[in-house]
Nanobody
Framework: VSLEESGGGLVQAGGSLTLSCAAS????????MSWFRQGPGKEREFAAS????????HYENSVKGRFTISRDNTRNMLYLQMNNLKPEDTAVYYC?????????????????????RGQGTQVTVSA
């Protein structure tokens, strides 16, 4: 298993949750790691990303200011701190990793462009 998510669950609106993603093998040395999510009846969408070198982050507008992505390279872990959760944040959350990214590319937001993808963890936010 290259990527394994954990930390999902049921939370009330306004609450917080922290997701974790354990990376192994080549995925652990990926140049960029991201979180995607897929809500019920919706397309999978990009949520946040972080570069291995420099730690530059990028967020989708709807989560900006509420979610924080972080990465612990020494432990091969990716995190997503989610605050002020809303019912519309209900989704399966996936982590993804990509090996190699051109220096002029700021962010990779397409699911199919990642080399490794996790199985997902369910987050449900009740009103």
């Amino acid at each position: 298993v290259s990527l394994e998510e954990s930390g999902g669950g049921l939370v009330q609106a306004g609450g917080s949750l922290t997701l974790s993603c354990a990376a192994s093998g080549r995925a652990a040395s990926s140049d960029i790691m991201s979180w995607f999510r897929q809500g019920p009846g919706k397309e999978r969408e990009f949520a946040a990303s972080i570069r291995r070198i420099g730690g530059n982050t990028h967020y989708e507008n709807s989560v900006k200011g509420r979610f924080t992505i972080s990465r612990d390279n020494t432990r091969n872990m990716l995190y997503l701190q989610m605050n002020n959760l809303k019912p519309e944040d209900t989704a399966v959350y996936y982590c993804a990793a990509r090996i190699g990214i051109p220096s002029n590319i700021v962010v990779v937001t397409q699911w199919h462009e990642y080399d490794y993808r996790g199985q997902g963890t369910q987050v449900t936010v009740s009103a």
